[in-house]
């Protein structure tokens, strides 16, 4: 299988890793950010020219996590994505809230904060950001609450947790402190150990001087 991928991206960051996680070896099609909007190999694949793509033989799907969703059930025996209904529910929920509502939170404010300055793309828009972390901070609590004693979000390892730690890989250059989240904190050090997530995550680490 190919996988459409820049190395920057968080939405490619969260396939990686559960590539990684599921010992399914993908092949690279390198994709500069940058470009990925003129890019013609990626636009044939992806009428939306994003990444990431998975193309696996006459197959192509685009959309991180319905990719993810699909490298899962390539190994069911890793139950990334479980197959009981309400189980899998669970995992879908917290899929659907980290797309819709912490992911472009913290990503808004990680933006502002740290990527326009590393990319000299200008000064941080103060009014967004203060209205982006009071929304972070609500649903950061919700997570925090829903946490509690569990060591993953869904009580199993799941494509849930990948997801939701893509949200977090800024939080210190963006100032988004754990310090009152002691459940969020120990989750997002649990899973940031693991070896799929650092093999995942090394090239952004290095290019973005974290
Ligand atoms: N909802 C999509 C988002 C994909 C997306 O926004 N990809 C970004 C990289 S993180 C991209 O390709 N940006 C290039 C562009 O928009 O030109 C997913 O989860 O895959």
Redesign the pocket.
């Known amino acids: 299988m190919k996988l459409y991928n820049?190395d920057?991206?968080?939405?490619?960051l969260?396939?990686r890793a559960v590539a990684f996680e599921l010992g399914i070896e993908l092949e690279m099609i390198g994709?500069g950010?940058?470009?990925?909007?003129s890019n013609e190999l990626?636009r044939a694949v992806n009428p939306?020219?994003?990444?990431?793509v998975l193309v696996d033989e006459d197959f192509v799907l685009?959309?991180?996590?319905?990719?993810n969703n699909y490298l899962c059930s390539k190994r069911p025996d890793r139950n990334l994505l479980p197959v009981e209904p309400r189980a899998r529910a669970l995992v879908e929920q917290w899929l659907y809230w980290q797309?819709i509502h912490l992911g472009p939170a913290m990503q808004t404010v990680a933006f502002e904060r740290f990527v326009k300055a590393r990319f000299e793309l200008g000064p941080p828009d103060t009014a967004l950001v203060e209205a982006k972390l009071k929304d972070a901070q609500k649903f950061l609590q919700v997570f925090e609450q829903a946490l509690g004693k569990r060591p993953w979000i869904a009580d199993e390892l799941s494509v849930a947790d990948f997801a939701l730690a893509s949200t977090f890989i800024y939080r210190k250059p963006a100032d988004i402190s754990l310090a009152q989240l002691p459940a969020v904190s120990a989750w997002i050090h649990r899973l940031e150990a693991r070896d799929s997530w650092r093999q995942a995550f090394a090239p952004i680490v290095e290019r973005m001087g974290l």
Not at 33 to 37: D, E, N, V, Y
Not at 48 to 52: G, H, I, L, T
Not at 62 to 67: C, L, P, V
């Open positions: 820049s920057l991206s968080p939405n490619c969260r396939v994709v950010l940058a470009s990925a909007g990626l939306n020219s994003k990444v990431p685009w959309e991180s996590r319905a990719i797309a």
